[in-house]
């Protein structure tokens, strides 16, 4: 099956490390309208810090502006113990001006969440490992990238190949691909998972398990995103390579997401509210 190139239009390209050039204050890039599909990304957030606490602020403040209806976890939304009191002080908490709102999260397992954490109520797993919702014009589908078991590959290629909707998007915590140096790419999740992606028209993957974020050249008509600093960090940890449009090592940071029509738009925002990159993907037709 061909596919059809994907088009990325950036306003600017971030230089590692540095910043784009300055925006006014809290400048929302994004279309922001009212029959779109918008949801922001965080992964690796869940540690009960005060960074997490200053990114969730941010978080909320640009909700006011842009209100987004969802968040998409990427994994590792829980660190070190994960008993009741946790769960206020590393999630209730730093996000309950969004779940006052009725922001609704949806989560996928990272290598550091207890897997019985599917359970929880506010992460809208009911209980599974992996499961598929749709917005709109746009299907999601969030995996286990902890345990690629054959009845799960089944389960994916089934539901990609049934999909209707004209967007497909994936998410999981351990990336396909990455410039990260702690971890990187996991070529052996992306050996079993890109052939399925290419072949039944993903668009869009998101990931963690890097904490940073990133931007990866689209590979194979696919648009790669990493967005694992939602309260860890590893500044400098940012190996560039030839894959790489754009990264930012230096802060803890989230994403703003909205698909409208066949465009989907993307700011991302720092811990301190600076916009370290954002753009345009446009979904070809006859994919």
Do not use: C
């Amino acid at each position: 099956m061909t596919r059809a190139p994907v088009r990325v239009f950036v306003a600017a390209a971030l230089v590692v490390g540095g910043l784009l050039p300055p925006l006014a204050a809290q400048e929302l890039t994004l279309p922001n309208l009212t029959d779109s599909v918008k949801f922001a990304a965080m992964g690796d957030n869940g540690t009960g810090d005060r960074p997490e606490y200053d990114t969730a602020n941010q978080m909320a403040a640009w909700h006011d502006r842009f209100p987004f209806d969802f968040v998409i976890m990427l994994g590792d939304n829980m660190y070190g113990s994960q008993k009741p009191a946790d769960f206020v002080q590393k999630f209730e908490r730093p996000y309950r001006p969004l779940l006052e709102t009725g922001v609704r999260f949806y989560a996928s397992l990272g290598n550091h969440d207890n897997p019985g954490n599917n359970a929880y109520k506010p992460f809208n797993m009911n209980g599974q490992r992996y499961y598929t919702y749709a917005k709109k014009n746009v299907r999601f589908f969030v995996l286990d990238s902890n345990y690629l078991d054959p009845e799960q590959v089944g389960w994916i290629t089934t539901g990609l190949r049934d999909a209707s909707e004209p967007w497909k998007i994936v998410y999981f915590h351990h990336p396909l691909y990455s410039d990260g140096g702690r971890h990187g790419s996991t070529v052996d999740l992306r050996v079993r998972l890109e052939p399925i992606f290419v072949k039944y028209g993903v668009n869009v993957v998101y990931s963690g398990h890097d904490h940073i974020y990133e931007r990866l050249k689209p590979q194979k008509g696919i648009l790669y995103f990493v967005s694992g600093a939602g309260g860890e960090l590893r500044k400098g940890d940012i190996e560039p390579s030839a894959q790489m449009a754009a990264g930012f090592d230096q802060d803890r940071s989230f994403m703003l997401n909205e698909i409208a029509g066949d465009e989907l738009h993307f700011q991302v925002i720092s811990r301190t509210g600076q916009t370290v990159d954002r753009g345009t993907m446009r979904r070809e037709h006859g994919e």
